[in-house]
């Protein structure tokens, strides 16, 4: 079974430059988050998706963060503009809602530094 | 916000030791997982405890939980150096969302 997929594993920009990761979750997985993790610190949900819904997105820094989930499958976290304390990793986990396990299965992150 | 802490941040040992990290909650919790990664990589899930069981076991993990003290722990035995790892517990707040604690630095020296 392929694992969650995510895409570029490393990004270097400028602060106010904008930037946008990937992330497919495992086949069948209808839920999907994402989680800043700052060097030192546990995960912080960002943003969680129940197939194309929103679940939850109340620590989302919506001006300047936006997330979107196509057709229940992919999504995609952009940042737009950047600023210095953006630096972190932003992983993308799945979960299946049927499971009862309430298991997530990570993805190797995609590390950001802004500069 | 966080909803569980860990302690101690971080835990030096010896090949062979057992390691012992603890995690407190605030709020009330249906269950409570425990999460390891390795340096540079994602999370990967160790174990799940329910608010209705109180031990669990697998390998060489052994995890607690107690409710009325809104605490768990989690019993790593017969450390190796392989173990070395952050250790982090998850709550599920409000019962639909994973909440991740600041997480235990292991170093397990060969």
């Known amino acids: 079974e392929a694992g969650v997929a995510q895409s570029p594993r490393y990004k270097i920009i400028e602060k106010r430059q904008s930037v946008a990761f990937w992330c497919n979750p495992i086949s069948g997985h209808a839920t999907l988050y994402w989680y800043q993790q700052i060097l030192g610190q546990g995960p912080k949900l960002l943003i969680q998706f129940q197939n194309n819904g929103v679940v939850d997105d109340s620590q989302l820094p919506k001006d300047r963060f936006s997330a979107e989930r196509l057709k229940g499958v992919d999504s995609t976290l952009k940042i737009q503009p950047a600023k210095l304390e953006d630096s972190a990793v932003y992983l993308c986990?799945?979960?299946?809602?049927?499971?009862?396990?309430?298991?997530?299965?990570f993805g190797e992150g995609s590390r950001l530094t802004v500069l | 916000s966080q909803q569980g802490e860990e302690d101690p941040q971080a835990l030096s040992i010896q090949e062979g030791e057992n390691a012992t990290m603890n995690c407190s909650y605030k709020?009330?919790?249906?269950?409570l997982q425990w999460y390891r990664q390795n340096s540079g990589r994602g999370l990967v899930h160790l174990i799940l405890?329910?608010?209705?069981?109180r031990e669990k076991h697998s390998g060489r993990l052994r995890v607690t939980l107690d409710t009325s003290k809104k605490s768990s722990s989690l019993l790593i035995t017969a450390s190796r150096a392989a173990d070395t790892a952050s250790y982090f517990c998850?709550?599920?707040?409000?019962?639909?969302?994973?909440?991740f604690g600041a997480g235990t630095r292991l170093f397990v020296k060969a």
């Open positions: 998850a709550t599920d707040a409000g019962g639909f969302k994973t909440i």
């Open positions: 709020t009330s919790i249906n269950n």
């Open positions: 986990a799945s979960s299946h809602p049927g499971q009862h396990t309430g298991e997530l299965f």
């Open positions: 405890i329910r608010s209705n069981e």
